[in-house]
């Protein structure tokens, strides 16, 4: 895209979507645990707001709740509410309510995952329960951040799926950005293991998924056109800004470079990619002088 076409697609945008890890901040934990502000990314986030547009930051996290986010990113200076904050726990608990109403559900995962589906008042198995031997039903398995997943659950989890239960994952995402080292990723592991033993396939609910863009443009109250996806990750941001009709730009502060995006495949192309959230509040601010009517 060139630079009169980014000027003016992003003059149209009505909402704005920005990842998290290695795009707002960068930390050696998810969701901003214990990190610090990128550079340009508060002014980026004030420019969108008193632009008058609607934004929402999204992480593939589901450790932890959106309040719990969105206090620890305004400890960080960054001016967001909870509701502007998005995880994979909030599409999961969405999803499943469209799909199961109120059938038992199998969730593996901390509070983060848990708090939302107890906000929809879904029907979540008590898994002590499950693991000491009572028979479950359930028609999914909904996988996230557990890090005390062992094989008392794996057995429960696999059991249920070989009854009939779907397998869902907020997020396979193998690693994120972090300061000093790789930071893996821990519900890929657990679904990739839990369809190893049982042969059956998982379905991703966080981003890319047609659900969590679902998710996003209602929370922006825009449509996928008027959205504007930027983050650092080609398959994770990219990909879906690409397959939804959003605008893409990849910011090369986290996982990928800018010669990861020249070689990616047509379906991860950004339509721009910048080195800092500073270089786009100078373009987001070239686009809304350019957009402003002029005087005759
Ligand atoms: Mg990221």
């Known amino acids: 895209m060139n630079p009169e076409e980014l000027t003016r697609r992003l003059a149209s945008v ?19 645990l214990g990190g610090s502000v ?16 609607s934004l929402a930051v999204f992480t593939n996290g589901s450790g932890q709740t959106p309040h719990q986010i969105a206090d620890s990113l305004r400890a960080l200076g960054l001016d967001l509410g ?23 559900l199998l969730v593996f995962g901390g509070v983060g995952l848990h708090h939302d589906f107890e906000k929809l ?10 693991v000491a031997g009572e028979p479950t039903n359930a028609v999914a398995v909904v ?43 821990v519900s890929g592991f657990i679904a990739t293991g839990l369809s190893h033993v049982t042969g059956h396939p998982y379905r991703v609910l966080g981003k890319p998924s047609p659900e969590a863009m679902q998710t ?10 008027q959205v504007l996806i930027i983050g650092d990750d080609l398959i994770l941001e990219c990909s879906m800004a690409r397959a939804s009709g959003a605008l893409g ?34 373009l987001l601010s070239l686009a809304s002088e350019s957009s402003v009517p002029r005087a005759v």
């Open 14 to 32: 009505r909402g704005v979507m920005f990842d998290i890890d290695g795009c707002l901040i960068l930390s050696d934990g998810p969701s901003g």
């Open 38 to 53: 990128l550079p340009g990314a508060r002014e980026a986030i004030d420019l969108v707001r008193s632009s008058g547009r």
């Open 82 to 104: 909870d509701h502007e904050v998005l995880t994979p726990a909030v599409v999961a608990a969405e999803t499943m309510q469209a799909l199961y109403q109120d059938q038992p």
């Open 121 to 130: 008042g879904l029907n979540v198995i008590d898994l002590d329960r499950v």
């Open 143 to 185: 996988i996230g951040w557990d890090t005390d997943f062992g094989r008392d659950k794996l057995q429960v989890a696999a059991e249920a799926v070989l009854a009939g239960a779907a397998i869902y994952c907020t997020s396979d995402a193998p690693s994120f950005a972090s300061v000093h080292h790789l930071n893996v990723g």
């Open 216 to 225: 996003l443009v209602q929370r922006l109250g825009v449509a996928a056109e």
């Open 249 to 282: 730009i990849l910011v090369t502060t986290g996982t990928n470079s800018a010669a990861d995006a020249e070689a990616a495949p047509t379906n991860q192309k950004p339509d721009a990619v910048l080195d800092s959230m500073t270089e786009f509040v100078e």
